[in-house]
């Protein structure tokens, strides 16, 4: 497994954005590369297509696989209020915007499912990051301690 330096947040967003764009990973740097869908003739594009295997398509979730998402968190709800109405709005038109109009009213449960979907968006990024034969570095290090007084190791690790 390859280690990069990334941004998992910024990927979990990326993978998760509804824009009209392409968001491409360098392979060799980690670099995320953003190129307007419409735009077929810039020089990143042609640097991705010129080099495929150095470069690989940032997935989005697809409307299907946001239900999905959706229908999970349900099953973790025990609100007898709240489960019904959110199970409706997934089923009828505009399952998304209609799930997030409905989940409004109850700003707890907005809460959890704000902290749910980004557990799963995680989870997701990493998954493929794994299959890409790939792992974000740890985001701390762990401290070196070789050579340092037991006193100042002592005040550095007191705040960790």
């Known amino acids: 497994m390859r280690t990069f330096t990334l941004d998992i947040d910024a990927l979990t967003r990326l993978i998760n954005g509804r824009e009209q764009q392409e968001n491409w990973l ?3 740097s980690g670099k995320v590369l953003t190129l ?5 003739y810039s020089e990143e594009r042609q640097q991705v297509e010129l080099e495929p295997d150095r470069y690989t398509r940032i997935p989005n979730l697809d409307v299907p696989q946001r239900v999905a998402m959706r229908e999970s968190f349900l099953f973790t709800l025990d609100d007898v209020h709240a489960h019904p109405l959110l199970s409706a709005a997934l089923t009828g038109r505009k399952p998304l915007r209609s799930f997030d109009y409905e989940i409004e009213a109850f700003p707890a449960l907005r809460e959890q499912w704000q902290a749910f979907e980004l557990k799963q968006l995680r989870e ?3 998954n493929w990051l794994y299959e890409l034969g790939l792992e974000p570095a740890p985001d ?3 401290l070196d301690t070789r050579g340092i007084p037991k006193d100042i190791l002592r005040r550095l690790t007191k705040s960790a």
């Open 26 to 28: 360098d392979l060799e």
């Open 36 to 40: 307007p869908a419409e735009d077929q």
């Open 124 to 126: 997701f990024a990493l």
């Open 140 to 142: 701390k290090l762990p």
